[in-house]
């Protein structure tokens, strides 16, 4: 695979990596429902040592139906959701795949919180499918 880049809405913050992503996964929390403003939002997660970012950001931090604080970083000019970790998964940056510039490499390994999909959200039915959050990788 080659560069991975991406930017927010406005361009004024930027990344790029590199570095495979370590797993791919669309996301049905009500959460990432919010922030997307759709149904679902597909990530690629990497080591966050692996990102580089340029450009300033914001974030927002929420507690997940674990317990654990998950963080989510957005352009503090347009409001673009860019990227995010979270405290149980130290060292990985999940990256919103619709900022890539191309994101044709993106294939989903799971999809998550299917107990809260929307019924009009569809899914490769192939994929496996978590009612929440699945233990991390061993």
Request: aromatic letters at 8%; charged letters at 25%; one cysteine or more.
């Amino acid at each position: 695979m080659s560069e991975i880049s991406g930017r927010c809405l406005c361009g004024s913050v930027k990344y790029s990596t590199s570095a495979e992503p370590l797993r791919m996964a669309q996301c049905h929390c009500k959460d990432c429902q919010r922030a997307s403003g759709t149904g679902h939002m597909s990530l690629a997660f990497f080591k966050a040592e692996d990102v580089s970012i340029t450009g300033q950001y914001k974030e927002y931090s929420s507690k997940a139906d674990s317990g654990n604080e998950n963080i989510r970083a957005f352009c503090e000019d347009c409001g673009a959701r860019l990227f995010g970790r979270n405290s149980a998964r130290a060292g990985l940056m999940a990256i919103a795949v619709g900022t890539a510039d191309d994101n044709s490499w993106f294939k989903p390994q799971a999809i998550v919180y299917d107990k809260d999909k929307p019924h009009w959200d569809q899914m490769d039915s192939e994929l496996p499918t978590f009612e929440s959050m699945p233990p991390p990788p061993k």
